[in-house]
């Protein structure tokens, strides 16, 4: 298992940090353990901390009035979360559940501000990765918004091999009916555009291994949205 350290030295947000930067967040940390289906905070909750996910995997979603879920973000090991709505000084917008069995990293807000006001690197690696944030959200909501759904596959399996630093497959970690919710569709409409996308040649699915055929090919998908 590893150490919180050298979780906490993984995070983008802290990599830039002195060893003794990294020796005061590792005092204020919390180690919580979840299991799978666990909630971790409900949309309205006080955000008074942020999470950094250790071990396992958690969804960030929101419920229609009719109970319908649609989820916004999946979080894997070295992804931190939450910490937008702390510094906001508001609510959580969003709700937060383990989608696996989870260890999380809980810094509370009144002892990670203290360090912050401390450490100007740290400020500055918080600009930095909120602005990445900032950005990412965007591009999300311009693919829910103005692409179709074959265009938003196609622009997060180019995300996800840029991610996972292979230009040739990816490896899915989420279910599809969880990416299904993620691109703001149905499973069985999912179905149907990998099954077009594979005849097509772009891609070919294995289990949860997708090989990217056409990358040129789904770049095009991804610009114009439609197959």
Do not use: W
């Amino acid at each position: 298992m590893k150490k919180n350290r050298d979780i906490i030295a993984s995070v983008p947000l802290f990599r830039r940090l002195t060893a003794s930067g990294l020796e005061a967040l590792e005092k204020i940390v919390e180690d919580r353990r979840y299991p799978k289906g666990a909630a971790i905070f409900m949309e309205g909750d006080n955000a008074d901390g942020f999470y950094i996910v250790a071990g396992g995997q958690v969804k960030i979603f929101k419920l229609s009035l009719e109970g319908k879920e649609h989820i916004l973000h999946i979080f894997g090991p070295g992804h931190p979360f939450g910490e937008v709505p702390m510094f906001s000084g508001g609510k959580f917008p969003a709700n937060a559940q383990s989608t696996r069995k989870s260890r999380l990293l809980y810094l509370p807000k009144a002892s990670f501000i203290r360090l912050i006001t401390s450490n100007p690197q740290l400020c500055l690696n918080m600009l930095a990765d909120l602005s990445l944030r900032l950005r990412q959200f965007t591009i999300q909501i311009e693919n829910l918004s103005l692409k179709e759904v074959p265009g938003r596959l196609a622009s997060y399996l180019i995300y996800l091999a840029d991610e996972q630093g292979n230009p040739d497959a990816v490896s899915l970690n989420i279910s599809k009916g969880q990416l299904a919710s993620l691109l703001g569709t149905i499973p069985e409409t999912l179905s149907r555009i990998f099954a077009k996308m594979t005849g097509d040649g772009l891609i070919r699915v294995q289990g949860r291994e997708i090989r990217l055929m056409d990358v040129e090919g789904l770049k095009v998908l991804a610009d114009t949205g439609k197959l």
